[in-house]
């Protein structure tokens, strides 16, 4: 197979990290998960008391990410591996306000570009196909429905060990959502050429094998 780039773009909690971690795997391909940059850049701005001033917090920001065998993808901010602290809820509920900045935009795709660079990548996130890789080979749009997205949330909390209910997490997916689907600058929308995938109703199984099948017919 000559290498090819995946752009994986979705709503929040659409099931889009699992899908692209397993269809990575199988196709010897790197997985991205974008969504994780713009936590790190949030987790630093939570820790310097909500700066409004962007762009000195990613002018001083060196942010990284390192594959580990076992663990996978792994966020290094300012020397320190921060990948455990970026799913918690603070950072959760901050990470749409910050990463609809110019700046921290730039920033994160910039670093997303060169990493795509070599091909070989599959990489989710909110504006992959639109703005980060616009010629990539593939582009799929995943959705499922705020009801489904919250149960899968709830359950991937349950085994972090995060305290959430189903009916708060329906409300937060449902704020990020708007969130990320009305700022100026790059909001999450289907790119015109990507496919869309609704995944309410189907196993992990069956949206993987989908997209496979997908890859086959490039
Ligand atoms: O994918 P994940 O839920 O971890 O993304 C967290 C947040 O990061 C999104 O709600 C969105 O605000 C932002 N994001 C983005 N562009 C991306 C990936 C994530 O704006 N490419």
Redesign the pocket.
């Known amino acids: 197979m000559k290498p090819i780039n995946i752009a994986l773009?979705g709503p929040?909690?659409a099931g889009?990290?699992t899908i692209a971690k397993l269809v990575a795997a199988k196709l010897s391909m790197v997985y991205v998960?974008?969504?994780?940059?713009?936590?790190a850049i949030t987790y630093k701005y939570l820790q310097l008391n909500k700066t409004e001033n962007f762009s000195e917090l990613v002018e001083s920001t060196e942010l990284s990410l390192t594959y580990d065998e076992e663990k996978g993808q792994r966020v290094i901010l300012d020397n320190q591996d921060v990948t455990d602290y970026?799913r918690e809820n603070d950072v959760?509920n901050h990470?749409?306000y910050v990463?609809?900045k110019e700046s921290v935009?730039s920033f994160?795709v910039e670093k997303?570009q060169e990493l795509a660079q070599q091909k070989g990548i599959v990489m989710?996130?909110?504006?992959?196909g639109t703005v980060?890789l616009p010629d990539a080979d593939l582009k799929i749009y995943m959705i499922a429905s705020v009801e489904e997205r919250a149960l899968r949330r709830q359950k991937d909390n349950e085994l972090r060990d995060i305290q959430s209910t189903v009916e708060q997490l329906k409300k937060e997916i449902a704020e990020?959502d708007h969130?990320?689907m009305n700022?100026e600058i790059?909001p999450?929308k289907k790119a015109d050429d990507a496919i869309t995938i609704d995944t309410t109703g189907m196993s992990i199984e069956e949206v993987t094998d989908k997209i496979l099948t997908l890859v086959e017919d490039i």
């Open positions: 773009d929040a909690a889009k990290s998960d974008t969504g994780a940059m713009y936590r970026l959760t990470v749409s990463s609809s935009r994160a997303q989710d996130g909110r504006d992959i980060v990020r969130y990320d700022r790059s999450l």
